[in-house]
């Protein structure tokens, strides 16, 4: 494909730019002030963390040349996206992949197109990327949308400074620093709430700007709170501005001092109250959807400050080791296959305190084998890459394949084993029946080992091929390769429209064309098709030894020198 993205681009343009913001945050009086002195990142000699990436040979030319064929692929899938978006969503938050129309999602600030900087840069699509930066310089993060009065800290945090620190770790533009710090402002006006400073979950904009405080909010996610870290700690690094650095780790304390007295050590419930600072008392636990990135930061927090912030080796050990016994199961499958499944668990409170699994697996766990790969690397646990990483991330890639169109529902369930040994995983034809017929959810049509598919949809996530790519890259065995081709040829047909890639409705049908929807999310761009163009890039394109990717796929990059000094102050 010819790509049909602006062909010119001056440098001289670039280096001019200026910021439009029609409001300074860094200049409101805040209610509750900043603390005094603030925490200073760590610095020192980086600890020597060993090697990520697998020791990769030299290929061959014909396994170079299917590469690279596999890799255009994935590029002409984004260009196609990309060209779509530029023509009938510029400067929007997200494009309608059926209708061709538009729709403002997160505070009318462009979100795919901040979200998709870095893609761009990686793919080498330079033109498109300075087109895009010129844009970036535009938003004005003192206004939102008509309609939208409140600010998500979560999905700002990861999809917009994300975003914009990435791009300015790849591209060095001075406006993406600029931007990322308007924005860093902002969202740190989310922590003006009490002496304590815990941040809340929605910033009431136009309160915000007042200074006056903020109310937190009585209950929330705990992925809500404990994703802010990286970008935070990321962009203290690069501007020296250590407010940043020290809102995020003070919101880290109340988890670290949590972490063990919950109804299961190790972990924290799915819900808690920053309000009262409270992390220990609730009694549902998961590791996928509204906790994931709170247990994805924390070895990956280890890596971003050189291993000198040893407390999150401590959480991310804990973490590890409890999730492995807590919610992890090996399912009874036709095939015997030795993969693992992530369920979550509830704790009972009627004073027994039992704890029981719920074996229903989501697409937004499938992140969790590449965290116990990149883990047992960090933390010298090769047992980890093997026993968990391996095993899990094939466990979503079964998902993939076991439905006939290819892709993974996004809640599912399966029939747990009573221990992961071959012996009592054999498969038991009796057993699933009786366990469908316990299901109200179960269909007719269904695969064998499957008792439900509660949400047959597929919305473009990236969870199984992120942990796919950060499987191959660490233990450099084709089969991930392999897999990674199964699964994009399977999405990217059966997700297609005229215009882009939607969301499709139900995935354990092979009824073509498929039911869709008309909708693509941001992460569609900045995070699926970033991780499939990585999983057939050379292994030195975003090496994992080099960056920290965060909970959106923006990669920031590790500290290398000798010594971490103080960075100075912009």
Not at 80 to 103: E, T
Not at 323 to 334: E, G, H, N, V
Request: charged share 25%.
């Amino acid at each position: 494909m010819n790509s049909p993205l602006p062909s010119s681009s001056s440098s001289r343009t670039q280096s001019k730019l200026i910021s439009n913001t029609s409001f300074d945050w860094s200049s409101v009086d805040y209610k509750y002030p900043q603390p005094s002195p603030l925490r200073q990142l760590p610095i020192g000699r980086p600890v020597s963390l060993p090697p990520v990436q697998y020791p990769f040979r030299p290929e061959s030319p014909a396994a170079r040349k299917l590469r690279e064929a596999r890799r255009k692929a994935v590029k002409d899938v984004f260009i196609k996206n990309w060209k779509s978006y530029r023509d009938l969503a510029w400067k929007k938050d997200a494009l309608l992949p059926i209708s061709g129309g538009y729709k403002e999602q997160f505070s009318g600030w462009a979100a795919t197109l901040v979200d998709s900087l870095d893609t761009l840069w990686i793919m080498g699509l330079r033109s498109a990327f300075d087109e895009a930066v010129e844009a970036v310089a535009g938003i004005d993060f003192g206004r939102v949308a008509s309609n939208a009065g409140r600010v998500n800290i979560f999905e700002t945090n990861i999809r917009y400074l994300g975003g914009l620190l990435a791009a300015y770790d790849l591209s060095g533009r001075e406006i993406l620093l600029t931007k990322a710090k308007e924005l860093g402002d902002l969202l740190y006006a989310g922590f003006n709430t009490n002496e304590h400073r815990m941040p809340v979950d929605f910033i009431d904009f136009d309160r915000a700007k007042t200074g006056e405080g903020l109310d937190v909010e009585a209950s929330v996610v705990s992925a809500s709170p404990g994703t802010l870290t990286l970008e935070m700690t990321r962009l203290s690094q690069v501007t020296g501005d250590m407010k940043y650095y020290d809102a995020a780790s003070r919101v880290m304390d109340v988890f670290e001092q949590g972490q063990n007295v919950t109804r299961i050590p190790g972990l924290w419930p799915i819900y808690v109250s920053m309000a009262r600072q409270d992390v220990v008392n609730g009694n549902q636990f998961g590791v996928a959807g509204c906790a994931d990135s709170l247990y994805e930061y924390l070895p990956k927090m280890y890596a971003l400050t050189g291993g000198l912030e040893a407390r999150y080796e401590g959480m991310s050990r804990a973490f590890l080791e409890a999730a492995d016994k807590a919610l992890f199961f090996r399912p009874m499958l036709p095939g015997n296959e030795d993969v693992l499944m992530i369920g979550t668990a509830d704790v009972t409170v009627d004073g027994t305190e039992e704890m029981l699994l719920n074996p229903e697996s989501e697409h937004l766990g499938c992140f969790v084998g590449g965290i116990y790969g990149l883990s047992g690397k960090l933390f010298r646990r090769p047992e980890w890459v093997e026993s968990q990483g391996v095993k899990i991330t094939k466990g979503c890639v079964y998902a993939y394949r076991a439905m006939p169109t290819g892709m993974m529902p996004e809640r599912y369930n399966m029939v747990p084993c009573q221990s992961r040994d071959d012996e009592s995983c054999r498969w038991n034809e009796e057993l699933w029946e009786r366990e469908k017929k316990k299901r109200p959810e179960w269909k007719q049509h269904l695969p064998k080992g499957f008792t439900t598919a509660k949400d047959p949809r597929y919305i473009l996530r990236p969870e199984a091929i992120e942990s796919v790519f950060v499987m191959w890259r660490i233990t450099g065995r084709q089969e991930f390769q392999e897999a990674a081709w199964d699964m994009f040829k399977a999405v990217s047909n059966g997700t297609e429209t005229e215009f882009a890639n939607a969301a499709v409705l139900d995935v354990t049908k092979a009824e073509y064309p498929l039911p869709k929807e008309d909708y693509m999310e941001s992460f569609w761009l900045a995070e699926t098709l970033k991780y499939f163009y990585l999983a057939f890039s050379p292994p030195d394109v975003i090496s994992l030894d080099d960056f920290v990717l965060n909970t959106e796929a923006h990669p920031f990059r590790r500290p290398k020198k000798p010594r971490i000094e103080r960075p100075p102050r912009l």
